[in-house]
């Protein structure tokens, strides 16, 4: 303990959504900015604007994200340790206060199992880790469920999207999912997750051979939605 708080001292920790100092028993976030999140709740409404974007696009029982994604804001910052340089832990912590939010509206019980958005091997190789893991990992951890990133994944890679019209995108993710193992998502309430959605056109790429693999239901989870599109 002396040790630490002597590292602590000649070290101090600063969080990653703020930059500010961070006192002894925070981790990575701290606590104003846990609670200061700009939170979505559309958990707690099944009319959301996330589920309207999908509504005749594909088959889904829920749609929800945690976070609202604000260019230049806390998640924003959060997100790019994230992604960018491998703070695995803020997915594990993030997701793991979601599925806590996500059990306590009585919704731990409408899955059996989580699939992350999967990233093309090459892509993989090259980052050496996929961020939606350790949101899908802290989710399940949350909910008390499975996870699993075996199952769903990817064929091609595409080129980059953010470049791209909205029509462009939708056509640059078509068909390039596929389930491994459709055994193990057959009859089962799917949940899918993914950092952060955008068009939805990835969302709506990976859902289908979900479906088609016969799942019991399919919903579909962000840990943060961005609005302006």
Known sequence: MIIKDFIDMVFPLHCLACNGLMERKEELICTHCRYDLPKTNFHLHSDNELARKFWGRIQFKYAFAYLRFIKAGRVQKLLHHLKYYGKQEIGEILGKWYGNELQKAQLDQAFDLVLPVPLHPSKLAKRGYN?????????????????????????????????QSR????????????????????????????????TGATIEACSLPIIEAKCKSLSIAGLAVVYSL
Not at 134 to 163: F, H, V, Y
Not at 171 to 177: D, K, R, S
């Open 131 to 163: 961020q939606c893991d350790s949101i899908a990992k802290g989710l399940a951890e949350g909910l008390g469920i499975a996870w699993d990133s075996t199952i769903l994944m990817r064929n091609k890679a595409n080129i980059s999207q953010a470049k």
């Open 167 to 198: 029509m462009n995108r939708f056509e640059n993710v078509e068909a390039i999912f596929s389930i491994q193992t459709p055994e193990k998502v057959k009859d089962k309430n799917i949940l899918l997750i993914d950092d952060v959605i955008t």
